[in-house]
C-alpha cells in the first residue's frame, strides 16, 4: 500500500509540474504590456534604427545643402519671423535646400541657430546608435562617442564662433558658438 501511494504521489506531482512548466512557459511567453513592452520590443529596434540610419543620411544632405546654397546663391533659408509650422506649409515661400521644406528648417536650425559645422556631430551619433539598434553591432563604444562627440561639439563651435565673430561666415559657430565666444571675450 505504501508503495501504492508514493506512485500515486509520483504521478500527481508529475502532473503537477507539467502544469507549473506549461503555466510558466505561458507566462515567460507572454509579451510585456504598455511602454516597457513596447521599447524593448525587437522590431521597435529594428525600425527605430532603420529610422536612426536614413535620418543620418537625411540631415547629411540637408546640411551639405543648406551651406552650398548658403555660399553659392547666398541663400540661407532663413527662418526669422516665420514660424516652424507656417515655414513647413506655406508654398509662397522659396525654399533652396535639396532636401525641401523640413530639411531647410532643420538645417536653418542646427546650423545657424545652435552649433554650426559642428552640427555634423549629430549625424555621426544619430548613425552610430541607429547601427547599434538596426544590426546589433557597435562601431563605436556609445559611452565614449557621447563623451568625445559632446566636446567636439561644443569646442569646435566656440571656436568657430572666437576664429568668425560677426562676418558671413560666423554660420560656421552658429549662434551657440558666437554667444559662446563673446561671452569668454567679455571675461578677460
Known amino acids: 500500500m505504501v508503495k ?3 506512485k500515486k504521489t509520483k504521478k500527481r506531482n508529475t502532473g503537477n509540474q507539467l502544469k507549473s512548466n506549461t503555466s510558466g512557459r505561458r507566462k515567460a511567453g507572454k509579451k510585456r504590456g504598455g511602454l516597457i513592452g513596447f521599447l524593448k520590443d525587437e522590431h521597435v529596434h529594428l525600425v527605430f534604427g532603420l529610422f536612426l540610419i536614413l535620418f543620418s543620411f537625411f540631415l547629411l544632405v540637408a546640411f551639405t545643402s543648406y551651406l552650398n546654397s548658403y555660399f553659392s546663391i547666398g541663400s540661407n533659408d532663413d527662418l526669422t519671423g516665420i514660424g516652424f509650422l507656417k515655414y513647413l506649409t506655406d508654398r509662397d515661400i522659396v525654399v533652396h ?3 525641401g521644406r523640413l530639411g531647410a528648417a532643420l538645417s536653418y536650425l542646427f546650423i545657424k541657430q545652435w552649433f ?3 552640427s555634423y556631430i549629430f549625424i555621426f551619433l544619430f548613425f552610430i546608435f541607429g547601427v547599434k539598434l538596426f544590426l546589433k553591432h557597435y562601431l563605436v563604444k556609445p559611452a565614449s562617442a557621447l563623451k568625445h562627440s559632446f ?3 561644443v569646442w569646435l563651435s566656440v571656436l568657430m564662433g572666437y576664429l ?7 554660420i560656421f559657430g552658429g549662434v551657440f558658438g558666437a554667444q559662446s565666444a563673446a561671452w569668454l ?3 578677460s
Open 4 to 6: 501504492q501511494r508514493n
Open 97 to 99: 535646400n535639396w532636401t
Open 116 to 118: 554650426g559645422f559642428s
Open 151 to 153: 566636446f567636439w561639439l
Open 164 to 170: 568668425f565673430p560677426n562676418t558671413d561666415l560666423s
Open 185 to 187: 571675450k567679455g571675461l
